[in-house]
């Protein structure tokens, strides 16, 4: 696996004032996305790494060959009113992008972040947040543009739970509800709290969400 399969050469400039410089990176450089090019620039500059190095992300979540799979850091791009410092890590259904299927919009996240106090009023502002980012005005039709998210989440034991209405941008191009489960843990090794959020336009007692517990926590935050 340590073998080399990019290399690159520069030339010398026309002064003669830069040096040749040859980078190799190798397979287990790619696989881990680490951007050796990157590195050496920032080397060159004299820019120190702590100025500029992030490191790698390593999920929590088990996988199932069947639910696809990403991977984001917090806070997220299209939601940067959310203040939590970590990542998010998703599982998608089958077909959950298919409207006619009946695994239309299920999937999961888990937010995995420094620890802080999450109240019930700030977690609803956040998920409205989260997905009037998500779905992006831009997407909506006109009816869409006045349509923002409302999300009823209540405290419950070990987590939150409630409903989230909102305008589906993606797809369909109309309002949807979701039934939201949101489960609190925290991992003492990684001294991060975690958030699951398992989502489905499906009530909570339906038996298709049943796929979610397939997914668990992997070491060290198994326990």
């Not at 073998?3 to 190798?26: C, K, R, W, Y």
């Not at 709290?193 to 060290?220: M, V």
Request: with cysteine.
């Amino acid at each position: 696996m340590g073998a080399s399969f990019l290399q690159i050469e520069t030339e010398n400039d026309h002064v003669g004032v830069l040096p040749d410089v040859e980078i190799h990176q190798s397979i287990d450089d790619y696989l881990a996305r680490r951007d050796v090019v990157k590195e050496r620039a920032f080397e060159l500059a004299g820019v120190p790494k702590s100025a500029w190095y992030v490191a790698p992300i390593t999920g929590l979540l088990s996988s199932s060959s069947d639910w696809g799979e990403e991977l984001f850091r917090l806070p997220i791009s299209f939601a940067p009113e959310l203040s939590y410092q970590g990542f998010e890590e998703l599982r998608f259904a089958p077909h959950w992008s298919d409207p006619a299927h009946e695994n239309f919009w299920t999937y999961l996240f888990v937010w995995c972040f420094e620890p802080q106090v999450v109240i019930e009023k700030q977690l609803n502002a956040d998920i409205e947040h989260y997905f009037d980012g998500l779905m992006n005005i831009e997407r909506r039709t006109d009816e869409g543009k006045n349509h923002r998210t409302r999300s009823s989440l209540k405290k419950v034991e070990g987590g939150f739970r409630g409903e989230v209405e909102l305008f589906d941008g993606f797809y369909t191009k109309l309002p949807i509800r979701f039934y939201v489960d949101v489960k609190a843990n925290f991992c003492d090794d990684r001294e991060m709290q975690l958030l699951r959020f398992e989502i489905s336009p499906k009530n909570f007692d339906h038996p298709l969400r049943e796929g979610f517990q397939k997914f668990t926590y992997l070491a060290p935050c198994s326990n």
